[in-house]
């Protein structure tokens, strides 16, 4: 067994990673660029699957306590028009555990338990194959060495480039994010709206989803089709003035810091939807934006000893409910490979084996998620519920 292992980031994939070596009774040194576990907010709600994230709670011995965290009717799934008709209005059975919602903090939280964070060590470059192992340079100007370093750090990665040349590229979609709390008591018609899950609405190139996390807090979605620097000019990118039937009042820049404005614009974008559907932007606090990237399909590398990737780092893929559930159980899968391997020489073999596996699967995944992504913001909104149909339990 060798010695001295460090994963970097302390997100889904790092942490089970960690978590199920700890099960094993072997250290890991976890680094997190995160001066804490509340140092953000922790993001939405994650549907961890059976064959996938629950395989990788399992492995670490969580699966009861993620079932009994996790709320199996948040997989309830309702889909109106654009004028507020309901097209579909899916309900779990009871008892029905494929798919069940977890919010991301309560995840992190469970995944924690009594594993040792080293906090605020935001990683800057990763050297492999030094004369004492694999250099690790942090933003503070310290440097460690290690015998593996995995690469758990998400789409922005800093440990890629020591494997891969390659970059996240933008999709052609965006999405812009806020937020509603306490949807019980504050808004009870929108929390009808949305049921004990989602709701989704599909516009042309456009869409509005809704999820309930726990607590009465809700996420909501606006994704839509538009250029990188879509705000910049929102006539011309998006057509706001003629949609809108305003006059050139759209055609400057939007400041994506101020709520109102940010508010406005996307009010204009779904012009003509139902007005409980816009309630959803008009009660939203802040927006945040997230233009949807994703790394090639597939993206491989030529294996370089001591260090390897996990989850987003090694293939960002679009958000269609699976890059969580994948991270996972790579994580789990990457544990167990090390820990069965008797000396350092057997590791590299292991590892090696172990990235034939996860890039032969999560290229399968990349290339289903990027289509289903082309089928739910497309010119054609009915692809939109054909793909629903397709892929939901009847
Ligand atoms: C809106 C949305 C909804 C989604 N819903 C789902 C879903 O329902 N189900 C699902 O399976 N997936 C979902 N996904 C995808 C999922 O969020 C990601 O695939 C998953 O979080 C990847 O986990 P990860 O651990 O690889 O990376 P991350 O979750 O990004 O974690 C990386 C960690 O590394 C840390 N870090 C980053 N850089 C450094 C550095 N330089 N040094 C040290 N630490 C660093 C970060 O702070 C972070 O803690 C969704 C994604 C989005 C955007």
Known sequence: MIQRIAVIGGGPAGLTFARVLHRHGHSVTILERDSAPD?????????????MGQIALEKAGLLAEFQALSRPEGQAMRILDADGTVLRDWKPRPGEQANPEI?????????????????????????????????????????????????????????????????????????????????DTRHPDIARLIGDGSMAVYGVNRNLVAQRNSGGHVKVHARFRAPLDWHTNLDRHLGLNRRAGMD?????????????????????????????????????????????????????????????????????????????????????????????????????????????QMWARAGRWAKITMAGLERLVSSDPTQAIALFDEVQPS
């Open 39 to 51: 140092a953000r907010p922790p993001g939405g709600t994650l549907d961890l699957h059976e064959g």
């Open 248 to 356: 050139a009042g759209l055609d400057a820049g939007l400041d994506l810091a101020d709520v109102e404005a940010v508010r406005s614009s996307l009010l204009a974008l779904f012009d003509g939807w139902a007005a409980p559907v816009l309630d959803l932007l008009r009660h939203g606090t802040a927006f945040v934006h997230r233009p949807l990237y994703v790394l090639p399909v597939p993206h491989t590398w030529a294996h370089v000893p001591g260090v390897t990737l996990l989850g987003d780092a090694a293939h960002l893929m679009s958000p269609l409910g699976v890059g969580a559930n994948l991270a996972m159980l790579e994580g789990a899968e990457l544990a167990e490979t090390v820990a069965a391997a008797p000396d350092p020489g057997d590791l590299d073999k292991a590892v090696r084996a172990f990235e034939e």
């Open 103 to 183: 919010d991301r903090g309560q995840l992190r939280d469970l995944l924690l338990g009594p594993l040792d964070v080293q906090w605020g060590r935001g990683v800057t470059e990763v050297v492999p194959r030094t004369r004492d192992g694999v250099l690790v340079h942090f933003a503070d100007g310290r440097q460690e060495t290690f015998d593996l370093v995995v690469g758990a750090d998400g789409a922005w990665s800093r440990v890629r480039p020591a494997v891969s040349s390659v970059t996240p590229h933008y999709t052609g979609i965006t999405m812009v994010e806020t937020s509603l709390d306490d949807v």
